[in-house]
Nanobody
Framework: VQLQASGGGLVQAGGSLRLSCAAS????????VSWYRQAPGKEREVVAA???????DYVDSVKGRFTISRDSAKNTAYLEMNSLKPDDTAVYYC???????????????????WGQGTQVTVSS
């Protein structure tokens, strides 16, 4: 499975960006998707997550500003980021749990993959 993350860039504070994470390869279905970020000198942290049933969770610092979503038909996940702040500057990574085939789905056997990261820079 390959994950292609895109949508990062340079934006002024208060602006918006939409990140995408497209999965390709042998995929029966996607179980869970998370977006992480890592700022220089800091540990990687989870920003948002969405489960197979569509339930979502966010780190407190982005609640009300970021929205995670998924398009199961396209095997793609998104992170809509609004009201961006300089503290949001980081490399953003998608993390996906995949059922490769139907039998894995039935057995609950998922495999995890990381995207390559996309840089988000928010200027003040």
């Amino acid at each position: 499975v390959q994950l292609q993350a895109s949508g990062g860039g340079l934006v002024q504070a208060g602006g918006s960006l939409r990140l995408s994470c497209a999965a390709s390869g042998t995929i029966f279905s996607i179980k869970d998707v998370s977006w992480y970020r890592q700022a220089p000198g800091k540990e990687r942290e989870v920003v948002a997550a969405i489960n197979s049933d569509g339930s979502t969770d966010y780190v407190d610092s982005v609640k009300g500003r970021f929205t995670i979503s998924r398009d199961s038909a396209k095997n793609t996940a998104y992170l809509e980021m609004n009201s961006l702040k300089p503290d949001d500057t980081a490399v953003y990574y998608c993390y996906v749990a995949v059922y490769h085939v139907y039998t894995n789905y039935i057995r609950g056997v998922a495999h995890d993959y990381w995207g390559q990261g996309t840089q988000v820079t928010v200027s003040s």
